[in-house]
């Protein structure tokens, strides 16, 4: 399966906290133009826990309409209480027309835990109710992480399980999933963190809130690699995941937005209850990046 890389997309806001929809072409068309899949509406990047329904799909139908069919354009929306929201969410995805959809893992708040049972059922009742391309995410936020055997049962079952999104601290959730998924899906890792070392590995890469600033060094991660000048890569990954680090030390996508907005990428603010990153903090992420302007950062 051939190697990739996705941004976790961020949705551009005007000064009235709605949708900017010319500022949003724009950013997609940066991103199809440096190589970057996208993931459209996810609940940190993208700020989809803010969304109306409307908003929801106005935003995947927007990201179909802009660069469809020039880099693979997937919905993500954000975890869901039941089964029957990700079913909902998954109807309006395959309805606008996207290639493929992200499963959230079952996240039923106040600090409940699904049991292994009822997460097997939650897949498999979503799995059931689609054809569309799936994703399906194993991500820590949600206080667990789903079971390789249960993955590779899954792809057994579903051929339009497609890929799985790996997203935790740790290297080996990663290598034990690779050992039993044996090349049935695509897998990625959530950050930049473990890129590099997940193509190393078998994966097919990692997808990322920083290719909404560095698109183009992202990419190149992957087309080095590709290429088979893993030092390339390898000195391009270390680079992403120290800006990373900088980013999301001072906030993640508060930071982000801040930054693009003092680089002339027009994004807009964050969205209440999120404040963005103040001046001082935007100063010091720039000197750090020894960038002062959009044409040193479109370089990357």
Known sequence: ?????????????????KIDEFALRDH????????????LGGGGSGEGFTFTDV???QVLEIGVDQIGGRVPVRAMG????????????IAMAADVGVDAVQVYSLDPGHGHRPTPREIELY????????SLPCVVSSHQSVGYLLEPNLLALLADTY?????????????????????IMEGRVEIHVGGPTHGFAALTLGAQGFLSSEANLIPRMC????????????????????????ISRMLYGNGGIRATKAVMNRLGLGCGSVRLPQLDADDATVDMILLDLHATDAPAIERW
């Open 1 to 17: 399966m051939k190697a990739s890389t996705f941004v976790i997309s961020i949705t551009p806001f005007d000064v009235h906290g």
């Open 28 to 39: 997609l068309d940066r991103m199809a133009d440096a190589s970057v899949g996208v993931y």
């Open 55 to 57: 908003e929801a799909r």
């Open 78 to 89: 954000i975890e869901p209480r039941t089964a029957l929201q990700m079913i909902e969410y």
């Open 123 to 130: 897949l498999a009742t979503v799995l059931d109710s689609i």
């Open 159 to 179: 051929p339009h399980l497609v890929g799985v999104n790996l997203s935790c601290a740790n290297i080996e959730p990663l290598e034990e999933l690779l050992d």
């Open 219 to 242: 990419a190149s991660v992957i087309s080095n690699f590709d290429a088979g000048d893993t030092e390339a890569s390898a000195k391009m990954a270390i680079e992403v995941v120290r």
